[in-house]
Every structure is written in C-alpha cells, then in structure tokens.
C-alpha cells in the first residue's frame, strides 16, 4: 500500500472533528484497518492512507465544514518514505572480538615500530655481477656475422616492399572482378559468377607470372654483376713544380678488355 504524509490541513481536519463529534463517532468514521496507519495523535509528515484522507473529508462534509475540500486536504502531501530501521546493537562477543583485534593491532604496530625491517637490498646488491653477466649475455648471443648487424631498416624495407605487393595484387584482381560484374549485370548470376571468378584468376595468373619474370631479370642481371671484376688503375700522374708548368711524370696506355670493368682516375690541371 503506497502512504502519503500528513498535511497541517488534515491535522486541523482532524482536530475540528474531534470537537464535533462525540469521541465515539469520532473512533467509528475513522476507523483503521489493519494495514492502515492509525489516526491518533497524527502529525504533519506521518503517514496516511488515501481511503483514511476521503473518510475524513467525508466525515468533515457531513459535520457542515464544507471547506475542507479533498483538494485541500491533500494539498502538499508526498509519498512517504518510512525511516529507515535503526542499526542493532552489537553483541557483546561482537564488542569483546573488536577489542581483541583492535589490541593485536597496536601490538604489531608497535613492534613493527621497535623492531624495524632490514631495508630492501637492490639487484645490484643481490648479484653483484649482474653487469658482467648481462655483458657476457650479449657477447654470446651477438650476431655470427657482420652483415647481420644493423639490418633492421633493410627487413623492414623489405617487409614494407612486400606488404605493398600484395596490396597492389588485390586492388588489381578486385578491379577487375568490380567491373566484370557491373559489365555483365545483363547476363545471368551464375554466367556474372563464372566470369567474374574466371577474369580474376586470370590476373592474378598475370601478376604473379610478371612479377616472377621481374625476380629473374634482377637475379640475372645480380649475376651479371658479380662476373665482372672492377680494377683500379692509375691511367696518369702528374707533378706539381714550384713554377707554372705542370709536368707529365708517368703516363700508360689505356688497355681495353672486354671483360673488365675499369675505373680510370684523372688528375687533371687545376687553375
């Protein structure tokens, strides 16, 4: 059952009633139910029923009070919250156990106090080799080769190259299946399917055979590269006098081989 609160016009209502009416009447016209609160001794903010607020505007209307209108009488009335329930009191074993951990505590903090812990050592204090060992660490799992060193913006060219390769074999074979099947949007979907799947397959086939042939030309011409041999020759020497003339010391034939790739150096004259 939802309650409303008392208002100071059902307060007066109720005292104008008692005045009159015998007691009696006054008991039999607001007469609670069980589940009712009761009317005795009410005040403003207590609780009171809805059926309670029209019994006695009821009982005031046939008294001749007439201003006590049902508008009145519940002008400014809320629902109201009953208070909440108050908090036991604890037992006594309740009592005596809190004592007992509030005086173990104070012990231990007063022998943590007395007695106090040893500082936390370090890793360096620990092991006191540990630099030596993280060093030994690295010495031993460094690279085998030189090469190998440094590498990571070549893999990562690398994987970056590959990346945009696949990328570029998707756009490609997507392209195509696109506009194949906006092409063929007359025909059947089973014919658009196969043409679709057909003219895709198809270019990937394209893609990988030219892009395979790129990877044997590159390899080629890297074999290509490392049959030639580069020789260092000196073609001319020059020497420089106190005077103004530059004199020719030595001088050598150029000799062309075929299978030689020469790198001449000039001095020439510099003014």
């Known amino acids: 059952m939802v309650l409303l609160t008392v208002t100071p016009a059902i307060v007066e209502g109720l005292q104008t009633l008692k005045g009159a009416v015998p007691p009696e009447t006054w008991k039999q016209r607001l007469q609670s139910q069980q589940d009712e609160p009761s009317?005795?001794?009410?005040?403003?903010?207590?609780p009171v029923s809805h059926s309670q607020v029209v019994d006695l505007w009821r009982a005031l209307k046939d008294t001749a009070h007439g201003e006590y209108t049902l508008e009145k009488l519940l002008k400014g009335s809320k629902i109201y919250v009953p208070p909440p329930t108050p908090k036991p009191e604890p037992s006594d074993e309740y009592k005596a156990l809190m004592a007992r951990l509030r005086r173990e505590q104070e012990q231990r903090e007063y022998e943590r106090m007395a007695n106090p812990l040893p500082p936390m050592e370090t890793f360096?204090?620990?092991?006191?080799?540990?630099?030596?060992?993280?060093?030994?660490?690295?010495?031993?799992?460094r690279p085998s080769r030189e090469e190998d060193i440094g590498d990571d913006d070549i893999t990562f060219n690398d994987v970056h190259r590959q990346l945009m390769l696949i990328l570029?074999?998707?756009a490609s074979i997507l392209g195509?299946?696109?506009?194949?099947?906006?092409?063929a949007r007359w025909w059947s979907t089973p014919a658009r399917l196969f043409l679709t799947m057909g003219g895709s397959i198809l270019v990937g086939i394209a893609e990988v055979a030219v892009y395979s042939g790129y990877v044997w030309h590159l390899g080629q011409a890297?074999?290509?590269?490392?049959?030639?041999?580069e020789v260092k020759e000196i073609v001319q020497t020059w020497t420089v006098g106190t005077g103004d003339e530059n004199i020719a010391v030595d001088e050598k034939p150029r000799a062309e081989d075929k299978g030689l790739r020469?790198?001449?150096?000039?001095?020439?004259?510099?003014?």
């Not at 890297?222 to 041999?229: A, G, V, W």
């Open 39 to 46: 009317l005795e001794g009410a005040t403003v903010g207590g």
């Open 222 to 229: 890297k074999k290509q590269d490392r049959t030639l041999r």
């Open 176 to 183: 195509v299946a696109a506009t194949l099947w906006i092409l």
């Open 262 to 271: 020469s790198r001449h150096k000039d001095l020439s004259r510099r003014q």
């Open 124 to 141: 360096s204090q620990r092991f006191p080799n540990g630099s030596s060992m993280a060093q030994t660490f690295a010495a031993v799992n």
């Open 168 to 170: 570029n074999f998707l």
